[in-house]
């Protein structure tokens, strides 16, 4: 029994190789060390451009004072000599690390720290070797400068093209996601929409639903969560996010220690608290114990200036401008035979704090003047009051009035982290838009920035003009 059982270990283990040779390294794994190399080349080429252009902006072209002797061989010299020590520091600084490319800030404020340490160990060599060579450290300075605006601009332009490229189907991870619960579907279904997001999602494991059972957009579950190694060898998989929440304890702490030895794929864990990721974050360190820190605000430092500065900078001259039209559609609102002009509604505002938001009295519609207002959405103009005074914001989520009946529940404490919206995604174009309204508002929450508001903010502003009519508005 030994002996015919030896051939098959043999065979399984021959035929674990192949699949392991046949899937690692792959296109995905060769796009990459491409992409790196070329992220390389064009940071030297940057870092030599700087040092050329501060070369002349300090020294050659008179447009500021030197009269410390120089010789072109000299500067020349340092500038390819230093080449290796730029690259084995933008290295050190987790400049070509995956984790911190074609996402999020990291990369850009990598660039500045990586920049930031290059002209301090310059300056600390130059000044030891004083009695050998004078380097100008106004030199140093604009090199420090022109060189981290240069390879930001450059790696900005690289993300571009990458990005343009996963459309065409290159440089896309294969995805299997853990856990097939609602934290599963959003996250499968915000990476979905976006087809630049470099995730591929290939299949679910689940351990409480049946396989076959379809999840989203046509993605089944394709296995058991207890055999995601025997499932990433034969599909071939990059990347595994694993909900801690959609997976039995033993199951979770089988795949971690697991994925500990496994260099096939990537594990990204998934916050089991949901609301983590619509909610500010910062990461502490307490003694090498890394903590999440949750602020109130989604939108926070910095990002709330640039929000607070779009609010108000917009908002107020918007309702100095429409105060007129408005008193004109009360009037007109009036001669109709409406008693009341303005409706008022209790409404949700960020933090599950309540305000008074303003609309003008349409009653669905019974008259001309009514149905004028709401296909050009002047109804809600009052709103701008409320922009005014803090309560809402010129682009957020859809407003969620209190329903008057107590029995009604409202799920919206991931909306409640930023300030609700005169405006919002359910206003933006259909190639934006989903479907589902919740998930896009999810995903502008979750992925904020100031160009997202501009976005839709012209949006609306082509559909006004287009004169269409704002789909599904309630509130």
């Not at 679910?204 to 969560?225: H, Y």
Request: aromatic share 10%; charged share 15%; hydrophobic share 45%.
């Amino acid at each position: 029994m030994i002996a015919k059982s030896v051939p098959q270990l043999l065979n399984l283990m021959s035929s674990k190789q192949d699949r392991f040779e046949m899937c690692y390294p792959s296109t995905y794994d060769r796009e990459w060390k491409g992409y790196l190399l070329g992220l390389a080349v064009l940071d030297a080429l940057m870092v030599l451009a700087g040092m050329t252009l501060a070369y002349s902006l300090r020294i050659t072209s008179g447009l500021l004072v030197y009269e410390a002797p120089y010789q072109d061989a000299t500067y020349n010299g340092i500038a390819l000599l230093s080449l290796p020590v730029w690259l084995l520091i933008f290295v050190f600084h987790g400049m070509y690390r995956r984790d911190n490319l074609l996402g999020g800030l990291i990369e850009y404020q990598q660039v500045t720290k990586a920049v930031t340490t290059g002209i301090i160990t310059l300056m600390v060599v130059s000044f030891l070797w004083r009695d050998v060579v004078m380097v100008s450290r106004g030199w140093l300075l604009f090199t420090g400068l022109i060189s981290s605006a240069l390879i930001t601009t450059g790696r900005f332009i690289m993300r571009r093209v990458v990005y343009r490229l996963r459309r065409s189907g290159l440089f896309n991870a294969r995805v299997l996601i853990v856990g097939a619960n609602d934290q599963g579907v959003a996250m499968a279904h915000q990476w979905r929409q976006s087809a630049s997001s470099g995730m591929e999602i290939i299949g679910f494991l689940d351990d409480f639903k049946p396989i076959g059972t379809p999840v989203v957009d046509g993605i089944k579950v394709i296995g058991q969560a207890s055999a995601l190694s025997q499932m990433a060898d034969r599909l071939c998989v990059h990347e595994v996010v694993m909900v801690p929440n959609a997976v039995a304890w033993e199951t979770f702490e089988e795949i971690i220690t697991q994925a500990s030895n496994d260099k096939r794929f990537s594990l990204r864990v998934s916050p089991g608290f949901y609301a983590l990721s619509t909610s500010g974050v910062a990461v502490t360190n307490k003694t090498f114990v890394p903590l999440f820190t949750l602020h109130q605000a989604r939108i926070v430092g910095v990002d709330a200036l640039f929000k607070a500065l779009l609010d108000y900078g917009v908002g107020i001259p918007l309702f100095l401008i429409t105060l007129l039209p408005m008193a004109l559609v009360a009037l007109g609102l009036k001669w109709s035979g409406v008693s009341q002009v303005l409706a008022r509604h209790r409404t949700i505002g960020q933090g599950g704090r309540t305000f008074t938001m303003f609309k003008f009295n349409t009653d669905a519609g019974r008259s001309w003047i009514d149905r004028l207002l709401i296909r050009w959405g002047a109804d809600k103009m009052p709103q701008t009051l409320n922009v005014v005074l803090g309560e809402m914001s010129l682009v957020g989520p859809r407003p969620r009035v209190i329903a008057p009946e107590p029995a009604e529940a409202h799920d919206t404490h991931y909306l409640q982290s930023v300030k609700p919206g005169l405006i919002g995604p359910w206003m933006a174009s259909p190639a934006w838009s989903s479907p589902d309204e919740s998930s896009d508002e999810l995903y502008y929450v979750r992925n904020w920035t100031i160009e997202l508001d501009i976005q839709l903010l012209v949006q609306a502003v082509l559909s006004l003009f287009g004169a269409r009519r704002v789909i599904g508005h309630t509130a």
